[in-house]
């Protein structure tokens, strides 16, 4: 197995799954400024995808571009976090999943800024600069509903007892890390817990939101199995490649 | 032979799409011109990693100096040095003020959570009580404001680093 080429799978279908889903958004939002910041988040979020499977494809050598990985592989092919292909909900759960996602994607680019793979660090730079101003937006709605009206709170408050057990997978420390931390690729999981965990308790203080004090954790995205929704996604997402096949505009 | 600089000449012509008084080199996008006599190769970075406008901009400068030059002309495209908004120039920055969208302003470092909100000068009445409406704009490089004085709507071209 390509360390990296999974690695890359991981980072590249977190951002094209989460993008499709915040597509989703488009013309639903709850007032325009949001439709329009969901949706330039999306695009945000696809064209890292772009980048990132892009390379993935030159990594496994094995002449798949970036449209060929996204629109020709099966759910069980995928593996991005079980967290991002959760449905959208209300808003207070699209702002939720935002954040609890955000919150480890900043993290994480600035970690691999450093990276010695020299591509994956280009691209992390490049990303980076634009998942700041992500996290500010998700932040400032977790706040704005948090700390909101009766039923403002109570919504988000769910959203995170929703949602908060498909956070412990983006912290997983398995053989493709250990790999690739071996030659400076990576970096430690554990540091990366302990930003995510202090941005995000900072937001929860001032949102007046409470982690939920259960230890329930669900996962496998990571190695391809995935939540029902996933299916439903590709079956959107792939309809036109698999109709017909190659076609192009 | 064409000369690099007579490149850079001919692309102060090719605009960009969405914001059409700018230049691509306005823009600071435009990072390397190479030219040999078989080739000539410009390499440029994308604004934002989902631009859509990248790929005409991409097809717009090779159309443009294919009109001027008989060998093949390729356009690549680098991700690192990532771009900023530090790189539009200062006649681009003019041109944009002009054409009624906000400069990018000297923001702090956005890795403080929750920074300072940030004055940008009307661009209609110079103002500068403004408030934001919303971080994202009409594309992904502009956020929305609008002036408390002479309550345009306007688009801030924000900044990023
Ligand atoms: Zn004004």
Not at chain 1, 132 to 156: C, F, M, N, P
Not at chain 2, 146 to 161: A, G, H, T, V
Request: aromatic share 10%; hydrophobic share 35%.
């Amino acid at each position: 197995m390509n360390a990296l080429f999974e690695y890359l799978l991981r980072v590249g279908d977190d951002s094209l799954i989460l993008g499709h889903r915040l597509s989703e958004w488009c013309g639903h939002g709850p007032i325009l400024e949001e439709d329009i910041a969901m949706t330039n988040i999306a695009l945000d979020l696809v064209g890292q995808a772009t980048s990132i499977l892009k390379y993935a494809g030159e990594v496994e050598g094995k002449n798949r571009s970036e449209d060929d990985l996204a629109f020709l592989r099966f759910d069980r092919d995928y593996r991005n976090l079980l967290l991002v292909e959760q449905p959208n909900g209300d808003f207070g759960m699209t702002m939720m999943r935002q954040f609890l996602f955000d919150a480890y994607r900043k993290p994480l680019f600035e970690q691999l800024t450093n990276s010695s793979d020299s591509q994956l660090a280009a691209i992390a730079e490049k990303s980076l600069k634009e998942t700041k101003y992500h996290l500010r937006h998700s932040a400032e709605w977790t706040i704005r509903l948090g700390d909101g009206t009766e039923e403002s709170h109570q919504r988000v408050q769910e959203a995170l007892d929703t949602l908060w057990r498909y956070t412990p997978e983006m912290f997983i420390d398995d053989e493709i890390e250990s790999e690739l931390r071996k030659t400076g690729v990576t970096f430690s999981v554990e540091e990366l817990h302990a930003s995510w965990t202090k941005i995000a308790k900072e937001v929860f203080d001032e949102a007046t939101l409470v982690i939920p004090d259960n230890n329930w954790e669900q996962s496998g995205g990571r190695k391809g199995y995935h939540s029902e929704h996933l299916g439903y996604i590709l079956a959107e997402l792939q309809y036109m490649q698999r109709a017909y096949p190659g076609m192009k505009w | 032979m064409v000369t690099e600089k007579e490149i850079w000449q001919h692309l102060d012509d090719v605009f960009d799409p969405e914001i059409p008084v700018l230049t691509v080199a306005d823009l600071g996008i435009v990072r390397k011109v190479e030219v040999s006599p078989k080739e000539i190769t410009i390499t440029i970075t994308p604004t934002y990693s989902g631009c859509p406008a990248m790929q005409r901009i991409e097809s717009d400068i090779r159309e443009k100096i294919s009109e001027v030059v008989d060998i093949p002309v390729r356009v690549t495209l680098v991700l690192a040095p990532a771009w900023t908004t530090d790189w539009i120039t200062e006649t681009g920055k003019k041109k944009l003020e002009e054409y009624g969208i906000a400069p990018p302003v000297d923001e702090p470092d956005k890795s403080v959570l929750f920074a300072e909100p940030i004055v940008v000068p009307c661009p209609k009445c110079t103002s500068k009580n403004t408030r934001m409406i919303s971080q994202f704009g009409s594309t992904a490089c502009k956020a929305h404001y609008q002036c408390n004085d002479c309550q345009e709507p306007f688009d801030y071209f924000k900044c990023l680093r």
